[in-house]
């Protein structure tokens, strides 16, 4: 039981590129999240999907778009990297998005570096 | 917005009981308050989760007032192995979903 799984781990991009990070969770849970954390912050909630076919802008999602693909799958996407977005990237599911009620369970991150 | 404040440090010797209060006072009557601790370089890991009262587990023991307007995790005996960043999270319902959203958290340093 991988739980959730986020690539790539690393991944160092150029001002201007884009790319996608992917996440996938084997938990059968209906809602996924995506957050933020710059050095010495906490998380930021950029998007989240309450459930499969809905997705929702959290605190920070200027910069960024998401897909959820299907139910085990939720992708973020920045389509024009600015050093600004330099930060560790994770994500997280839960049974259901309800008043807190369902812990949320994150994957390992991904720590993207902007130049 | 169901926002938390907690203290930014918290320094403990190993094997003593640490209690980390967090104050959340416009909490939502169907909120539930959680906690989580994270390792660097680590993604948050679930502590404990309560409504009402005392929640104990293997791992930290979280009270809660009547009022519901602030909540005390509490680690007994802890190790050098506890030094993490604790977060306190209330739920919070934006209408269909939830907007869960973290607090800056406690960080605590044990030492020998």
């Known amino acids: 039981n991988a739980g959730v799984t986020q690539t790539p781990k690393f991944q160092v991009l150029k001002t201007g590129q884009s790319m996608t990070l992917q996440c996938a969770q084997d938990?059968?849970?209906?809602?996924m999240y995506w957050y933020r954390q710059d050095p010495g912050m906490g998380l930021r909630l950029i998007y989240y999907?309450?459930?499969?076919?809905?997705?929702d802008k959290g605190e920070v999602p200027n910069g960024y778009n998401v897909s959820r693909l299907n139910k085990r799958e939720f992708s973020l996407r920045l389509e024009s990297a600015a050093p600004s977005q330099t930060s560790v990237y994770f994500c997280?599911?839960?049974?259901?998005?309800?008043?807190?009620?369902?812990?949320?369970?994150f994957g390992n991150g991904t720590r993207l570096t902007v130049t | 917005l169901a926002k938390t404040t907690q203290p930014i440090s918290m320094d403990s010797y190993e094997g003593q009981e640490v209690n980390i209060t967090c104050s959340h006072n416009n909490i939502a009557t169907n909120d539930y308050i959680t906690w989580y601790q994270q390792f660097p370089s680590q993604g948050p890991r679930f502590i404990i989760q309560?409504?009402?009262t005392k929640v104990t587990n293997e791992v930290a023991s979280l009270f809660i007032p009547a009022d519901r307007k602030s909540s005390t995790l509490s680690l007994p005996r802890v190790s050098l192995s506890d030094t993490a960043v604790y977060y306190c999270?209330?739920?919070?319902?934006?209408?269909?979903?939830?907007?869960?959203?973290f607090g800056t958290g406690t960080r605590l340093q044990v030492t020998l």
């Open positions: 309560g409504y009402k």
């Open positions: 938990m059968n849970h209906n809602s």
């Open positions: 999270l209330v739920g919070d319902d934006g209408g269909t979903a939830s907007k869960l959203t």
């Open positions: 997280a599911s839960s049974a259901r998005p309800d008043r807190g009620g369902s812990p949320l369970h």
């Open positions: 999907s309450a459930s499969e076919g809905t997705t």
